[in-house]
Every structure is written in C-alpha cells, then in structure tokens.
Nanobody, 119 residues
Framework: QVHLVESGGGLVQVGGSLRLSCAAS???????MGWFRQAPGKEREFVAA????????NYGDFVKGRFTVSRDSAKNMGYLQMNSLTEEDTAVYYC?????????????WGQGTQVTVSS
C-alpha cells in the first residue's frame, strides 16, 4: 500500500509559477509517480510522470515545456514545477503512483490539490 499527500496548490496569476509536492509513504516500493489533473466539466488528463528508479520522465502534450516533474527517492517525495501558467491550467491536481507489484496501473491516488490561475 502507498499513501500519497499533495501540497503546494493555490491561487496564482497568469504567467506565474507553482510547485506541487507529493509525499509518499507506505510499504510498497514505487515504480512510477505521476500527476493527473481534472478541471470542472472536463475529463481527467495526464500531466506528467517520473520513473522512481531511473528518473525518466514523460509529459502530456499540452505541457509544452512549461512543467517539470521530478522525484527525490531518498525522501519519498515527488514534485511538479509548473511555470508560465495559464487559466487553462486551473484544475485539481492529483498525485498518482504505481508500485512494483502492479507497475502498469496507477493504483494509488492522493486527495488532490486545487490550482487556480487567474488574470
């Protein structure tokens, strides 16, 4: 089992930056940590993910170089640095993780943190 807790969300102006953090705890070894988001009235979409062991990353198409996903495996922490934010980035952001037992599925989800970008 893995427990995820996000932090760092909030209100930011257009063009600003936010850094989300995700603290992982539990007995299972992580395989990958990622981020999804969901805006009101929209489907949930993939934002980014980082492999826990090698640190390799991938991003949703809309990111376009604005976000950086990372992890500190020694601290069991994951991060999502978001720059050049637009109003379209307003959403609840969820930290997700897959463990070594079931590496192909994001079985673990945090409670979500609200990001609001306003002009």
């Amino acid at each position: 089992q893995v427990h995820l807790v996000e932090s760092g969300g909030g209100l930011v102006q257009v063009g600003g930056s936010l850094r989300l953090s995700c603290a992982a705890s539990g007995r299972s070894a992580l395989y990958v940590m990622g981020w999804f988001r969901q805006a009101p009235g929209k489907e949930r979409e993939f934002v980014a993910a980082v492999s826990w062991n090698k640190g390799s990353t991938n991003y949703g198409d809309f990111v376009k170089g604005r976000f950086t996903v990372s992890r500190d495996s020694a601290k069991n922490m994951g991060y999502l640095q978001m720059n050049s934010l637009t109003e379209e980035d307003t959403a609840v952001y969820y930290c997700v993780a897959a463990d070594l037992v079931n590496p192909d599925e994001y079985d673990y989800w945090g409670q979500g943190t609200q990001v609001t970008v306003s002009s």
